[in-house]
């Protein structure tokens, strides 16, 4: 593993105490973000958020709590479960406030150091702006920003926590991001059955169905879902047909406004793609054999379709055969991290 050293200056703040002239020292503890060998240089600037054990606490604590929603119910943990790689499992839309329902798929949080863009759609381009999406959207958390924090100030626990994590009690909108993102900049996912293989660690070996999955899924599907994320980050339109049941959804192009980015949706990372069902944007498939059954069967020309990745002898689809299908559904096996799914750091209590 890669020690990406994020010792900066071992944050030593001295700062007022806010009840009198006094001084003091507060000395966060940092901490050092441990990268995979067989990874990319994370893209977050680490240098503007340190990782400490105190704003990682803080973040725990704040992604859990269903104080940062109106009804003091819905929690970011509660439609990103550990166990199922931080999707929200069981819905094909995710379900906020009230069972309130958005009209997307909740995507996992995993890699989130690494990612260019955050959402289906890349609304967000950076992670620390990213949770004031779910919670001020209707249809998620439905609270504001102002709201949230003077749930926080009237806390007995969290000016204590802001303190240790940042130097005083001072509650803002700033710290209480930059906390969730260090949280969630934790989720490193890079130690499943493939992983090991391919760092070639000792006594770890593929099957043959396994084998012939990964060459297939070389050779099938690794233009998109490209190197050790499983995701080239850019977005695509893969062929699906429009989902009637939300009329409303445009892809990327809700984002920037193009015609030619319409039902274009961020190619997602196939990490704990086992785990992470229902599949797409609208989690209209409940398991991989109906997603493949899907690009070799079931994709249609809705008018801007990655023609050059997913056409084939003048039709859309991706050749496979059962056979095929199989070996190719043994190998995202291989990409489950179950050390990642089961990491105390990461859960509740």
């Known amino acids: 593993m890669k020690r990406w050293s994020l010792l900066f200056g071992l944050c030593f703040i001295v700062l007022a105490c806010s009840e009198d002239t006094a001084e003091y020292t507060a000395v966060p503890t940092p901490v050092a973000l441990e990268i995979p060998d067989n990874f990319p240089a994370p893209l977050y600037d680490f240098e503007t958020n340190p990782l400490t054990e105190e704003g990682i606490a803080l973040g725990k604590s704040l992604f859990y709590d269903g104080q940062l929603s109106s009804t003091g119910v819905i929690s970011c943990g509660f439609c990103h479960e550990q166990a199922f790689s931080f999707t929200h499992h069981g819905h094909t839309v995710s379900h906020g406030v009230n069972g309130l329902e958005g009209f997307r798929n909740s995507q996992p949080l995993h890699n989130l150091a690494f990612a260019k863009e955050f959402n289906w759609d890349g609304a967000t381009i950076h992670l620390d702006l990213q949770p004031i999406i779910p919670i001020t959207a209707e249809v998620e958390m439905d609270e504001t920003i102002p709201n949230v924090l003077s749930k926080l100030k009237a806390s007995p626990e969290y000016p204590k926590l802001f303190r240790a994590a940042f130097g005083t009690d001072s509650i803002t909108s700033e710290r209480m991001l930059k906390a969730l993102s260090q949280f969630m900049l934790q989720m490193v996912s890079g130690n499943s059955k493939y992983d090991k293989y391919s760092r070639g660690e000792?006594?770890?070996?593929?099957?043959?169905?396994?084998?012939?999955?990964?060459?297939?899924?070389?050779?099938?599907?690794?233009?998109?879902?490209?190197?050790?994320?499983?995701?080239?980050?850019?977005?695509?339109?893969?062929?699906?047909?429009?989902?009637?049941?939300?009329?409303?959804?445009?892809?990327?192009?809700?984002?920037?406004?193009?015609?030619?980015?319409?039902?274009?949706?961020r190619v997602p990372s196939l990490r704990n793609v086992e785990v992470?069902?229902?599949?797409?944007?609208?989690?209209?498939?409940?398991?991989?054999?109906?997603?493949?059954?899907?690009?070799?069967?079931?994709?249609?020309?809705?008018?801007?379709?990655?023609?050059?990745?997913?056409?084939?002898?003048?039709?859309?689809?991706?050749?496979?055969?059962?056979?095929?299908?199989?070996?190719?559904?043994?190998?995202?096996?291989?990409?489950?991290?179950?050390?990642?799914?089961?990491?105390?750091?990461?859960?509740?209590?």
């Open 202 to 265: 000792d006594g770890v070996t593929l099957t043959a169905a396994e084998l012939a999955g990964e060459k297939l899924f070389a050779s099938k599907c690794a233009n998109c879902h490209a190197g050790s994320l499983f995701t080239d980050q850019t977005y695509r339109n893969n062929g699906l047909p429009f989902n009637t049941r939300f009329p409303e959804e445009e892809g990327r192009m809700r984002v920037t406004g193009y015609q030619e980015d319409y039902y274009k949706f």
């Open 276 to 349: 992470s069902f229902p599949y797409m944007h609208d989690g209209r498939f409940a398991t991989l054999e109906a997603v493949l059954n899907f690009y070799t069967d079931g994709m249609v020309d809705n008018g801007n379709v990655d023609h050059s990745l997913l056409q084939e002898d003048g039709r859309f689809g991706i050749a496979l055969t059962n056979t095929e299908k199989h070996d190719i559904i043994q190998f995202l096996k291989t990409l489950t991290d179950h050390e990642f799914l089961q990491d105390e750091r990461f859960a509740e209590f």
